[in-house]
């Protein structure tokens, strides 16, 4: 592994409180690894499962997905609904064979940015101990 | 230019003009220019137009051959390839494969005929190609039709050049909206053409078919409804030219798609007759 | 040239040692309880005891998917590179009813624009093809003039002369040129068990005159039969893709920013949306329509084109097909609609 | 099999419907589904072990559902899907006469002389919904509200992360993409498919190990709370991917997460369109 490899995290967040959460860790100044690019999606709802393959399919080497805790949601139940995607698409992407360790899903609400701030240190720690993820690139390259 | 018949010509795109809220038309020149010189196609001829990234489409060349250095190409955007080629300006670089296909056979029965054009909405672009190749060559030719419907005044394309054509006095051009399609909503400020279907206006502007050649292009339905006015008005079968626009994906009779019974579209059309149109399976 | 034996460890060996020299070995695997012909590696699982594969040969000449061209793209526009077809490829492990469909889309592919990606791999490929041993009520290359043991299409065809090995017979100097090369992997003699051939042109009967079929199709576009024929269509592309003589392709792109590959992939006619227009309109909308193009395209339009059926009668459509379509039984019904044998 | 046939005769000649769809023989050992239409063709009707097809998928096809009365010869896993489809509002459940046979269980289609899996964990040998019922009563060997419980699947899970993934690289890199598990799934009735749009592109349509990849993994995931078990994906595969192993995983996990079956219960919702307060959430921080 190159040394000065850093780990590429793609975190789908919600835009009523994981975004704004995160706009909190910003403006209070917590410190938190850059490693996170935020993709902001109206609603954890609109989370797609597919958005965590597409993401590994292009290189990332982990995904973040958070929204609002259940009772919280702006759509009163977009994060419900999204709790039965995810309980169903881990068993697949375990089943499969993906590393569960690179996809942490969390509620973090608007008024939790040191939440945030600090699940993404963690993320990012856990990350760099696993290393680049090459399963999905070596599906790619593995092409004719 | 390599044996990978797949390979395109690199164009660039030195004009755009927006025709209808949805319809693009590109003037396209060739960046190399030995491409330019070998470069020659007849009207009726298309290709296959390339947005890298996206895929290839396939398009009439809408300009005439009698226009050299340039070629033009009219584009409704519909899906991935179009939206991407919409997304381009001036200067940008767009692929393009052929000519392919045949050809208005304009030498041999086109020659000292009345011609009559009959086109509805963008099918006016394989259309355009012939009636600018035949005004570049006047006298060569008897009388001059156009007959131009489109569903409202904003889906006209090539609104200059109508007036043109309009203003001319050795062309009688009858154009028309659907009715209801000169509203205010449609930009339309008085309209001083027809109201009704092609295939009725067509029927009422007494153009007779005695020593005509008739060229045909719009949306299917449009097509089967004129064929039988056409053959009305006295116009032979052999003499009634169509294109037939069927998806098309490598234009080189490879990819087995395009085929109305043995009439490879990409091959042996896409002009045809109204006889041998006569002749396929009704599966176009 | 004396007579040449080959046995299955030898041929075993001989391929993977060829897919080590970088040549692209192509031969049957067994996998999951049925043989596929597939790329060869050091760790394929080669098996020569087989009734048929699964596909066909065609996947070493045609690919599900193959790069046409590539291109990257910058501030000062596109650049585009080809593709070379340089790779020599030997196959080993279809039948006569596989090497028979190189022929026929030869001339498809050689029509008028030559496609190199096609031809050229043609011209570095070596076909070694196994006489048939065995058939089964799906089996019909006899009707349209094949035979179990034919040689069209093949370099080198493989007689089993026991459980454990073949006789060789060469049939074009690529195939002289490929024994000679690897003549360290042949033998010149081999105990012979007397009971093979075990088949013959005879074991599989003619079943009806492609001709008479030909006839009833162009002139029965509309008849109600090809709804009969095709009422368990449930328009997948299982037939198309193991069919030896299927070439439909697609064209599309991947790329990224700022580079990105066009590549030619498989298509098939019976899948719904082959032929969907910009417009929403589909000329073919409903899957006996699919259906009866796939028909008419092999037994007419091809003969029309090329004077050449675009069928070798292998059956695999039949055995792929999970709603049990079978086209031997649909071209019987035709024939005999046709009122003819 | 006269029953069936004149019972089949009866419903065409007094037109209770108007097409019937069931099994014609083949051979000994093998069958075919049939579009039954005129009375006379009722004689050609069987009904036996090698009847492993699920005729369900036929009914969302455009043509048989401009009919406006349907009949269907259909085993206890056919049924489910039937069920499914209703609660899935593609036709109302007056739409279909389901002729229910009962059904000590299908062969194995890849060798003939076996029992199939799926017919282990059956728990409907006997039609749970039908308009009509044939065949003598079968023991059912497993209640209804037994957790259902695959043995190949118990022999899968002992791989680790790395096995399993190079299991599936090795599985998928044989896929052709010819779509036949998808045209022969009852389920799989949407009019354009995911992989059939191109603006955006979510899955690769090249059989290339990337595309195979996740088109296997959504096709899974779609019918996850929806699968019934039939196997009919598995079966039709022409390179034998072993698609059941995923469509299983899905079903067991259903079953444990939110307690509900696919194809048993008319009034019951899908469960991924529906959601409980207290679904069980220890994965999320």
């Given at each position: 592994m190159q040394d000065n490899w850093e780990p590429k995290i793609i975190a789908f967040v919600c835009n009523w409180c994981t975004y704004a959460g995160a706009d909190l860790a910003g403006t209070s100044r917590f410190k938190y690894a850059p490693n996170v690019r935020v993709i902001k999606t109206p609603c954890s709802g609109r989370i797609d499962p597919m958005f965590i393959v597409h993401t590994l399919e292009k290189g990332a080497d982990g995904v973040m997905i958070s929204g609002c805790h259940p009772n919280d949601c702006h759509y009163n139940e977009g994060n419900f609904n999204a709790r039965r995607k995810y309980i169903v698409m881990r068993a697949l992407l375990t089943q499969l064979g993906v590393d569960m360790e690179r996809i942490t899903i969390s509620w973090c609400s608007a008024s939790e940015g040191i939440k945030f701030a600090n699940l993404v240190n963690e993320v990012t720690e856990k990350i760099r101990k696993l290393g680049p993820y090459k399963d999905f690139v070596q599906l790619n390259q593995s092409e004719r | 230019m390599s044996d990978n018949v797949y390979m395109p010509y690199l164009m660039k795109i030195t004009d755009i003009r927006d025709e209808t809220p949805d319809t693009r038309t590109y003037r396209l020149e060739f960046t190399n220019s030995e491409d330019a010189d070998k470069f020659s196609f007849k009207a009726g001829q298309f290709g296959l137009y390339s947005a890298f990234g996206g895929g290839e489409s396939t398009f009439c060349v809408?300009?005439?051959?009698?226009?050299?250095?340039y070629i033009e190409c009219t584009f409704r955007v519909m899906g991935r390839v179009t939206t991407q080629l919409r997304d381009m300006n001036v200067g940008d670089i767009v692929g393009f494969r052929g000519p392919y296909g045949n050809f208005f056979p304009i030498e041999e029965k086109f020659y000292g005929k009345n011609i009559t054009f009959i086109a509805g909405g963008i099918g006016l672009a394989p259309v355009r190609c012939v009636i600018w190749n035949i005004l570049d060559l006047r006298d060569k030719f008897k009388e001059v039709n156009i007959v131009y419907g489109a569903r409202t005044f904003q889906d006209l394309v090539y609104k200059d050049e109508i007036k043109e054509w309009e203003d001319r006095k050795d062309v009688n051009l009858v154009k028309t909206l659907d009715p209801g399609g000169d509203k205010a909503e449609y930009g339309c400020s008085g309209w001083n053409g027809k109201m009704g279907f092609v295939p009725t206006v067509l029927k009422e502007s007494g153009i007779k078919g005695d020593d005509g050649v008739a060229v045909v292009c719009g949306p299917p339905i449009m097509i089967k409804l004129t064929l039988p006015v056409l053959k009305e008005l006295g116009f032979a079968e052999e003499n009634t030219f169509t294109t037939l626009e069927n998806k098309m994906k490598c234009g080189i009779g490879k990819c087995g798609r395009c085929n109305v019974g043995s009439f490879y579209v990409c091959k042996h059309g896409p002009v045809l007759s109204a006889a041998e149109l006569a002749q396929l399976p009704d599966e176009y | 040239m004396a007579d040449l034996y080959l046995t299955h460890e030898k041929a075993v060996q001989m391929l993977k040692d060829i897919a080590q020299k970088g040549i692209e070995a192509f031969g049957p695997v067994q996998k999951d309880g049925s043989h596929l012909i597939e790329k060869i590696t050091e760790s394929s699982p080669i098996d020569f005891n087989y009734f048929i594969t699964n596909n066909s040969i065609k996947e070493a000449l045609f690919p599900r998917y193959e790069k046409i061209l590539s291109y990257k793209i910058n501030q000062e526009g596109v650049e585009v590179e080809d593709v070379a077809v340089d790779k020599s490829i030997v196959i080993m492990g279809g039948h006569p009813c596989d090497a028979a469909s190189i022929p026929l889309m030869e001339k498809l592919f050689g029509w008028d624009f030559k496609d190199k990606f096609f031809l050229q791999r043609r011209e570095n490929t070596t076909i070694i093809t196994l006489a048939c041993e065995e058939a089964d009520k799906?089996?019909?290359?006899t009707s349209l003039g094949?035979?179990?043991?034919g040689e069209i299409g093949s370099d080198i065809l493989l007689e089993r002369v026991s459980d454990q090995g073949w006789k060789l017979k060469l049939l074009t100097d690529k195939g002289k040129e490929f024994a000679k090369t690897y003549e360290s992997y042949f033998q010149s003699s081999l105990d012979i068990d007397k009971q093979y051939p075990k088949l013959s042109d005879q074991d599989v009967p003619v079943q009806f005159d492609p001709k008479v079929v030909k006839k009833w199709i162009d002139t029965h576009f509309e008849d109600p039969l090809w709804e009969e024929i095709a009422s368990n269509c449930w328009s997948c592309a299982a037939c198309t893709y193991v069919c030896p003589t299927c070439h439909c392709f697609d064209i599309t792109d991947d790329a990224t920013m700022w580079s990105g590959i066009r590549t030619k992939n498989w298509d098939a006619c019976t899948l719904p949306y082959f032929t969907l227009h910009a417009s929403q309109h589909n000329p073919r909308e409903q899957h006996f329509q699919r259906y009866r193009q796939r028909i008419n395209h092999k037994y007419s339009i091809y003969v029309n084109l090329f004077n050449a059926i675009s069928c070798t009668g292998c059956g695999r459509c039949s055995r792929a097909c999970g709603a049990k379509v079978n086209i031997l039984e649909a071209i019987k019904m035709i024939a005999s609609a046709a009122g003819g044998k | 099999m006269e029953q069936l046939q004149k019972k089949v005769q009866e419903l065409l000649n007094n037109k209770e419907v108007d097409i019937v769809i069931g099994y014609t023989a083949i051979s000994e050992t093998e069958t075919k589904p049939i579009f039954v239409?005129?009375?006379?063709?009722?004689?050609k009707l069987v009904f036996n072990a090698?009847?492993?097809?699920?005729?369900?998928?036929?009914?969302?096809?455009k043509d048989i559902k401009a009919f406006n009365k349907i009949g269907i010869v259909a085993k206890g896993c056919d049924i489910r899907a039937i069920i499914n489809l209703i609660t899935e509002n593609q036709f109302k459940r007056e739409k279909v006469l389901i002729i229910g046979m009962s059904c000590e269980g299908v062969t194995d289609p890849r060798n003939t002389d076996k029992k199939s899996i799926k017919c282990d964990v059956c728990k409907v040998h006997n039609p749970h919904i039908a308009d009509i019922v044939m065949g003598e009563k079968v023991a059912e060997t497993i209640a209804m509200k037994e957790k259902i419980h695959h043995a190949d699947l118990e022999e899968f899970n002992k791989k680790t992360r790395e096995e399993k993934w190079q299991f599936w690289k090795e599985q998928f890199s044989k896929c052709i993409r010819c779509y036949a598990c998808r045209q022969a799934c009852p389920m799989c009735y949407c009019n354009r498919c995911i992989v059939d749009l191109n603006t955006p592109q979510w899955i690769d349509t090249r059989s290339n190990p990337k595309g195979a990849f996740s088109w296997n993994l959504v096709r899974a995931y779609h019918l996850s709370g929806r699968c019934i078990d039939c196997g009919e994906c598995e079966r039709v595969c022409p390179v034998n991917i072993p698609l059941m192993l995923l469509n299983r995983t899905l079903q067991e996990e259903v079953q444990r997460s939110f307690d509900f079956e696919a194809g048993y219960d008319l009034e019951a919702s899908p469960p991924l369109t529906v959601f409980e307060k207290d679904d069980e959430e220890n994965f999320i921080r």
């Open positions: - | 809408a300009s005439s051959p009698t226009r050299k250095g | 799906d089996c019909f290359c094949y035979s179990p043991r | 239409k005129k009375p006379e063709d009722a004689s090698y009847c492993y097809n699920n005729l369900a998928t036929y009914l969302t096809r």
